[in-house]
Structures are given as C-alpha cells and as structure tokens.
C-alpha cells in the first residue's frame, strides 16, 4: 500500500496562473515523447480523480474520508455535477434489472443500502416511495416475473406480484394487468447529495479543480503522468495543430472516473493497451414534465424494460413534480475534445412529445393531449448499442492493464447514481490492497 505523501501545495488551477511561459510554441514533429515533455511544468499529488460527478465525488470521498488519502479531483467543467450525474432520474434502485453476479447487481444493492444511510446521516432529501413496475399485456407477464425472480437472485427484499386490480387500488390512475412491487425503490436529490460529499472530502484535504481538463497522459517507467490544461485553451483548440499540456500531474494513484470522455481520455494514455478499452455508445434520452395538474401517481411507475433503457417511466420530485423519461435516442458520439467538455446537444425538441403519448398511455390513459411540456435530456455512456445486448460496469485495474495505481471507470450508466458509493469502495479496494 502507498501510503500518503502530502504534497498537493497548491490547487491546480493557481499552479496555472505560475507557468513561467503559457505561450510556448508547440513542440517539433521530430521531438521525442520524453523531451518534448521535460518543458512542462510537473506537480506530484497524492490520488488523481479525474471527474467530478457522484462517482468520481464519492471515490474522493471514500478515498480522503475513510482511507484518509490526500486527493485532487479534476473536472473540465465550471463546476461538479455538470454531466450525467445532474440528467437523470434521481431514482435511488432497488436492484431488480440486472443480471445476477453482475457488477451492476452488487453494485446497486450495495449502494443503495450505503446512499439510504449516508441521506439519513446527513439529512439529505430523499423519501422511499416505492415502485411498480407494470405489464400492461399479458404477453408481458413472463417478462414481469423473470424480474421478479431476478430481483430476488440479487437479493433485493420486498418484492411483491400484484394483480391489475390490486395495482389500481394503490395508483387508481394506472392501468395494468399486473405490476411487481419494489418498496426499496426510491427518489433522492442529486445536488443536495453531490454537494454533501464535496463538502465532506473537502474537509478530508480533498481539492476540486475545475475548468481543469485532462487531455491526456504517458508513462514513465512504471510512473503515470497526466496531462492537464485549462478548459479555455482546449475550448479555442484549432484542431490541427499538437494539443499541448499546461501542466503534468504525477499522482501515485489515478482514478479515470469521467464518465462520458472517460474512454476518450484513456485513448490518450500513451502506453495503456488499445485493445481493452471498450467502444463508446451514446444513448440520449428527454424528460418532459407534467404540466397544470395534480400529480396522478404517488409511486414510481415503470414499464417493462425496452432495448437501451427501463422505458419511458414515472419519476417524482420531492417537490412532487412529475417528470415522464428517458426516451432512447441513439446518437453519434463527438470527437474525443468536446467530449471532454461535455459539447453535446441537450437540447428537448417539443414534437419529440408525440412519441411520448402513446408510450405513457398504455398505463396511463388518462393523459390529456398538450400536458406535456420539455423538461430536460442527458445521454449515457453505454458499452453497447442499438439491438445489442446491455453490458455491465467495467471496473480496470491493474489485473486488466497491467499498470500499478490506475483504475478506469467505463460504462458507468443507471445504476450509476444508487451504486456510487459501492462503486467507490470497490475502487478504494482495488487501489490501496
């Protein structure tokens, strides 16, 4: 185990402001990797967590906190938060849609036992309001019961077949033939959550830097050395010209947690074997809300699960909003730098209402055209794609790579929010055995 070395002095946004000489000419073809790098200005740290969303905030967490760790965690946006972590569902899951002895699976049942008592503890806003999920066929039936049986694999309790009739008795607006039952399910506020955390890990000699991208790395030896640079100068990047470093970092330990760019960042790891990172998918999906009315339902309401996602789905605020998503809509990733500046098309169209519609009326029928209104998007990184099979969390430390000190995080979609916790103290386990 290394241990800690104290040596983040400065946040690395003030180490940018005392570069000697930011206006450096780009370095020559001819240059080797090794000189060309020797002009840069280096700082050693502790734990590199590259990523500032709930799971990169809950490594740094569990890292400072519980393993009392010194961490810098780096994000190219203004702020934590910023990606998939804040364009979700805020549902706190229960375990049921993933196969047993997955990642996902464990993950999320352990995750969601840590998140009910970190919420508790810390009195973050959340309530366990449960969930019905629905067949609204009998060709669905089957499919309803294999979750069922699945969720009980993976050791989720409570789980409950009801009938159509029963179900309506406790959401009269719905309509189902028969719906399974899931008590542990649940809604938390995401921000209050993420900002819980950071104020936690920044007491435990945490350092958040934003507007602080990572563009890259090399190795040294059996050192890693991160490239970094500010947000504004890769955001005027020409794209033609070699994407040059304001600063290396030498961290003992690295943890790619960037969620959407993190297979993009790890490309750009000179040394790290090609062959294991995974290809990226994008799936981008809208919430539209509904408007001018009492909210219908008192529970999270689920459709059988579709190809890419859970369906189009009933999600509560704790305000008691209704909010009606995710949709799947497969989209073409974008090149590896506005990846990592989270360049993508939020965007809600209104006309994507009328694929909504028909979707929510097979178990609500009761709603009125022009209730819709758009609400808000986020896209999840997915390890496969359109007709494909759904892949699980891909956790790589140094028994896939072979490199000491290095984890990435790829693929860390829903269940991502429920299992970060469990998600940081797999990767705590991983780093400091």
Same mark, same amino acid.
């Given at each position: 185990?290394?241990?800690?070395?104290?040596?983040?002095?400065?946040?690395?946004?003030?180490?940018?402001?005392?570069?000697?000489?930011?206006?450096?000419?780009?370095?020559?073809?001819?240059?080797?990797?090794?000189?060309?790098?020797?002009?840069?200005?280096?700082?050693?740290?502790?734990?590199?967590?590259?990523?500032?969303?709930?799971?990169?905030?809950?490594?740094?967490?569990?890292?400072?906190?519980?393993?009392?760790?010194?961490?810098?965690?780096?994000?190219?946006?203004?702020?934590?938060?910023?990606?998939?972590?804040?364009?979700?569902?805020?549902?706190?899951?229960?375990?049921?849609?993933?196969?047993?002895?997955?990642?996902?699976?464990?993950?999320?049942?352990?995750?969601?036992?840590?998140?009910?008592?970190?919420?508790?503890?810390?009195?973050?806003?959340?309530?366990?309001?449960?969930?019905?999920?629905?067949?609204? #066929?009998?060709?669905?039936?089957?499919?309803?019961?294999?979750?069922?049986?699945?969720?009980?694999?993976?050791?989720?309790?409570?789980?409950?077949?009801?009938?159509?009739?029963?179900?309506?008795?406790?959401?009269?607006?719905?309509?189902?033939?028969?719906?399974?039952?899931?008590?542990?399910?649940?809604?938390?506020?995401?921000?209050?959550?993420?900002?819980?955390?950071?104020?936690?890990?920044?007491?435990?000699?945490?350092?958040?830097?934003?507007?602080?991208?990572?563009?890259?790395?090399?190795?040294?030896?059996?050192?890693?050395?991160?490239?970094?640079?500010?947000?504004?100068?890769?955001?005027?990047?020409?794209?033609?010209?070699?994407?040059?470093?304001?600063?290396?970092?030498?961290?003992?330990?690295?943890?790619?947690?960037?969620?959407?760019?993190?297979?993009?960042?790890?490309?750009?790891?000179?040394?790290?074997?090609?062959?294991?990172?995974?290809?990226?998918?994008?799936?981008?999906?809208?919430?539209?809300?509904?408007?001018?009315?009492?909210?219908?339902?008192?529970?999270?309401?689920?459709?059988?699960?579709?190809?890419?996602?859970?369906?189009?789905?009933?999600?509560?605020?704790?305000?008691?909003?209704?909010?009606?998503?995710?949709?799947?809509?497969?989209?073409?990733?974008?090149?590896?730098?506005?990846?990592?500046?989270?360049?993508?098309?939020?965007?809600?169209?209104?006309?994507?209402?009328?694929?909504?519609?028909?979707?929510?009326?097979?178990?609500?029928?009761?709603?009125?055209?022009?209730?819709?209104?758009?609400?808000?998007?986020?896209?999840?990184?997915?390890?496969?794609?359109?007709?494909?099979?759904?892949?699980?969390?891909?956790?790589?430390?140094?028994?896939?790579?072979?490199?000491? #000190?290095?984890?990435?995080?790829?693929?860390?979609?829903?269940?991502?929010?429920?299992?970060?916790?469990?998600?940081?103290?797999?990767?705590?386990?991983?780093?400091?055995?």
């Amino acid at each position: 185990m290394v241990k800690p070395t104290n040596t983040i002095t400065k946040t690395v946004l003030q180490k940018f402001k005392n570069i000697s000489n930011p206006s450096r000419t780009p370095f020559s073809s001819s240059s080797s990797i090794l000189e060309r790098y020797k002009s840069i200005p280096k700082e050693k740290v502790d734990c590199l967590v590259i990523g500032a969303g709930i799971v990169g905030i809950a490594v740094a967490k569990e890292l400072s906190v519980n393993h009392g760790r010194e961490v810098l965690v780096v994000d190219s946006a203004p702020i934590f938060g910023t990606g998939t972590s804040s364009r979700n569902s805020e549902v706190i899951h229960a375990g049921i849609y993933y196969p047993p002895n997955s990642l996902k699976a464990s993950f999320c049942v352990r995750g969601k036992e840590l998140l009910y008592k970190y919420c508790k503890d810390h009195e973050i806003p959340h309530k366990q309001i449960g969930k019905l999920i629905v067949a609204t #066929g009998f060709s669905e039936v089957p499919k309803l019961s294999a979750l069922m049986t699945q969720g009980i694999q993976n050791g989720v309790e409570g789980l409950r077949m009801m009938e159509g009739y029963e179900a309506t008795t406790v959401e009269p607006e719905l309509q189902c033939v028969k719906a399974l039952w899931s008590p542990s399910s649940g809604i938390v506020d995401s921000h209050s959550l993420m900002l819980s955390l950071v104020g936690e890990a920044e007491t435990h000699r945490t350092t958040f830097s934003y507007n602080t991208a990572v563009i890259g790395g090399h190795f040294e030896g059996n050192q890693i050395q991160i490239h970094v640079s500010g947000s504004n100068a890769i955001a005027d990047w020409n794209g033609r010209s070699e994407l040059d470093s304001e600063l290396i970092l030498i961290p003992n330990l690295v943890v790619n947690s960037a969620g959407l760019s993190a297979p993009a960042i790890a490309k750009r790891m000179k040394g790290l074997p090609a062959g294991i990172i995974p290809a990226s998918q994008y799936a981008r999906g809208c919430y539209f809300t509904l408007s001018n009315t009492k909210s219908p339902f008192k529970h999270l309401i689920y459709p059988i699960p579709e190809v890419g996602g859970l369906g189009v789905h009933v999600t509560l605020d704790l305000n008691g909003q209704v909010k009606f998503g995710p949709d799947v809509e497969w989209i073409k990733g974008t090149d590896d730098i506005p990846s990592f500046l989270n360049m993508f098309d939020y965007s809600v169209h209104e006309d994507r209402a009328k694929q909504f519609y028909p979707a929510i009326r097979k178990y609500y029928p009761g709603l009125k055209d022009g209730s819709l209104e758009p609400g808000y998007a986020g896209i999840r990184p997915k390890l496969s794609g359109p007709e494909e099979a759904p892949t699980d969390f891909v956790v790589q430390g140094e028994d896939i790579h072979g490199i000491s #000190g290095l984890v990435n995080l790829f693929g860390i979609e829903s269940p991502g929010l429920t299992s970060s916790m469990a998600i940081a103290e797999h990767v705590a386990a991983k780093l400091l055995k």
